[in-house]
C-alpha cells in the first residue's frame, strides 16, 4: 500500500535529548510530509519534502528521504517538553491522494 | 492565519440516525479532503474532492457516506444511518494545489455513535 508505517511506536526521551522516527512506504511516491497532533487534535503540518529531495531542515527538525529504500526520517533536536505529540508520516502518489501511517507517540520528559 | 474550522467539535448520535459534519476550508483552497481517526489509531483517508466532485474515495467510503459542498464555503460530510463502528474523530482538509502543497486540518469532529 501507499502508505507510510511509522516506527518506533512509541519513543520517550529526556528533554534536551534527540529524537528520531522513521517513515517507510511501498510505493513511488510524489512527496513525503510529516505532520504533528497534539493528544487527538488536528494535524498540524511540519515540513514537506519532495521525492528529488533528500534532506530538509526547519529550525530544530531535519527530514531525509531515501527513495532506493523507500524510507524517511524525522529528527528533532535538542528536544523539549513541548514537542510530546503524536509525529505521523505521511505519502503522496501521483494517483493517490495523502495518507497516513500509524505515527509514533513521543514523550518528552522534563 | 488562516483556518479550517469544523463543527461540532463532539456530536453524539444515536445508532441509525444521519449525521451531517461540517467544515469550513480556508477560503482560496480548492481541494477538499475527510480523514477519520478511531480513537489511537491512524489517519484514515475518506475522500477528496475538487471542482464539485468526489476526485477519490477509499473502501471506508461507502454508501452510507456522502459528500457536498452546498455553497462557496461549506464542505459537509453526512452519514446516513450511523454504526457504532463510525464513532471516530473526523477531520477536515483542504489544499490549494492537488499535489506537492501542505494539507491545512481542522480540530476535528468527535463523533460518539451510541
Known amino acids: 500500500s501507499q502508505q507510510g508505517e511509522e516506527d518506533p511506536q512509541a519513543l520517550s526521551i529526556q528533554e534536551g535529548e534527540n529524537a528520531t522516527m522513521n517513515c517507510s512506504y511501498k510505493t513511488s511516491i510524489n512527496n513525503l510530509q510529516w505532520y504533528r497532533q497534539n493528544s487527538g487534535r488536528g494535524l498540524v503540518h511540519l515540513i514537506l519534502?519532495?521525492?528529488?529531495?533528500r534532506e530538509k531542515h526547519s529550525g530544530r527538525l531535519r527530514v531525509t528521504l531515501d527513495t532506493s529504500k523507500k524510507s524517511s526520517s524525522l529528527l528533532i533536536t535538542a528536544s523539549r517538553a513541548a514537542d510530546t505529540a503524536s509525529y505521523f508520516c505521511a505519502t503522496d502518489a501521483w494517483n493517490n491522494d495523502m495518507r497516513f501511517g500509524a505515527g509514533t507517540r513521543l514523550t518528552v520528559k522534563p | 492565519e488562516p483556518e479550517v474550522t469544523q463543527t461540532p467539535s463532539h456530536q453524539v448520535t444515536q445508532m441509525g440516525q444521519e449525521v451531517i459534519l461540517r467544515c469550513v476550508p480556508i477560503s482560496n483552497h480548492l481541494y477538499f479532503y475527510w480523514y477519520r481517526q478511531i480513537l489511537g489509531q491512524k489517519v484514515e483517508f475518506l475522500v477528496s474532492?475538487?471542482?464539485?466532485?468526489?476526485?477519490?474515495k477509499s473502501e471506508i467510503f461507502d454508501d452510507q457516506f456522502s459528500v457536498e459542498r452546498p455553497d462557496g464555503s461549506n464542505f459537509t460530510l453526512k452519514i446516513r444511518s450511523t454504526k457504532l463502528e463510525d464513532s471516530a474523530m473526523y477531520f477536515c482538509?483542504?489544499?490549494?494545489?492537488?499535489?506537492?502543497?501542505?494539507?491545512?486540518f481542522g480540530q476535528g469532529t468527535r463523533l460518539t455513535v451510541v
Open positions: 482538509a483542504s489544499t490549494i494545489e492537488n499535489y506537492n502543497t501542505e494539507a491545512f
Open positions: 519534502i519532495r521525492s528529488n529531495e
Open positions: 474532492f475538487y471542482n464539485n466532485e468526489i476526485s477519490e
